[in-house]
C-alpha cells in the first residue's frame, strides 16, 4: 500500500494566485481529513469528509478556502486568492477504523 | 473533548524506557486517550489508544490509571528514531463527528 498520497510536496507562489493541494487516501478509507501546520498554531484540522461528504469545515479559516471530495479516491484543498499567512505545511489523512488516521507527507506551501 | 497537559520536552538514553506523561484531569467516561507522534518533516503517526484498561502493541504500551486522570506512554527501549513530538489526544469513541485535536505535545529527544 503506497499510503496517503499528496501533492505536491512543496509548493511556492506569490500573493493572489490560486493554489490547489491534491490527495489520494488509502484505499479503502472512508473518512479523509485536511490538517494544517504552523509554528505559532499547531496542527489544526481544517475539514473531515466522511464518505465523500463534508461533515465539518468549522476549521476552514475563510471563504477562501475550499475543499472539495468527488470520489473515494481523490480530494483537494484549494486556496484562492492566496496570501502570505497561508504559508504553512498542509497535511491530508484517511481513515476507516476511525480512531487511527494515517497522515500522508504534506504539501509545504510557501506563499511570497 | 477534554483537554490534556504534557511536559513540552524530554530527554530518554538509546536502550533505556522512555515513559511519557499526559495529564487529563477532566477526561469524561465516554472519552478515549489516543497517541500520536510527528517526526521531524512527516505526518503524525497513531501509536496506540485505550478507554481505561492498559494496552500495548509492537510500538509502546499505554498505562492508564484507575482515576482515568492520567496516562503514560511507554517506549520500551528507546531508539534514535523515536526523537519525535508524541500527543496525547483525548475524546469520544469515534462516531461520525470524528475528529482529533492536537496539543502542543512532548518533544522526545533520545540520546545515544
Known amino acids: 500500500d503506497a499510503g496517503v498520497i499528496q501533492s505536491p510536496r512543496h509548493e511556492v507562489t506569490e500573493m493572489g494566485q490560486e493554489v490547489t493541494l491534491r490527495c489520494k487516501p488509502i484505499?479503502?478509507?472512508?473518512?479523509l481529513f485536511w490538517y494544517r501546520q504552523t509554528m505559532m498554531r499547531g496542527l489544526e484540522l481544517l475539514i473531515y469528509f466522511n464518505n465523500n461528504v463534508p461533515i465539518d469545515d468549522s476549521g476552514m479559516p475563510e471563504d477562501r478556502f475550499s475543499a472539495k471530495m468527488p470520489n473515494a479516491s481523490f480530494s483537494t484543498l484549494k486556496i484562492q486568492p492566496s496570501e502570505p499567512r497561508d504559508s504553512a505545511v498542509y497535511f491530508c489523512a484517511s481513515s476507516i477504523r476511525q480512531y487511527e488516521q494515517y497522515f500522508g507527507p504534506g504539501t509545504r506551501l510557501t506563499v511570497t | 473533548d477534554a483537554k490534556t497537559t504534557q511536559p513540552p520536552s524530554m530527554d530518554c538514553a538509546e536502550g533505556r524506557a522512555a515513559n511519557l506523561p499526559c495529564n487529563h484531569s477532566?477526561?469524561?467516561?465516554?472519552?478515549?486517550v489516543y497517541w500520536y507522534r510527528q517526526i521531524h518533516s512527516q505526518g503524525p503517526q497513531y501509536i496506540i489508544h485505550?478507554?481505561?484498561n492498559n494496552e500495548t502493541n509492537e510500538m509502546a504500551s499505554l498505562i492508564i490509571t484507575e482515576d482515568r486522570k492520567s496516562s503514560t506512554l511507554i517506549l520500551p527501549h528507546a531508539t534514535l528514531r523515536d526523537t519525535a513530538v508524541y500527543y496525547c489526544i483525548v475524546r469520544v469513541k469515534p462516531n461520525n463527528t470524528d475528529k482529533l485535536i492536537f496539543g502542543t505535545g512532548t518533544r522526545l529527544q533520545v540520546f545515544p
Open positions: 484505499s479503502g478509507h472512508n473518512s
Open positions: 477532566t477526561i469524561s467516561g465516554n472519552e478515549y
Open positions: 485505550g478507554l481505561k
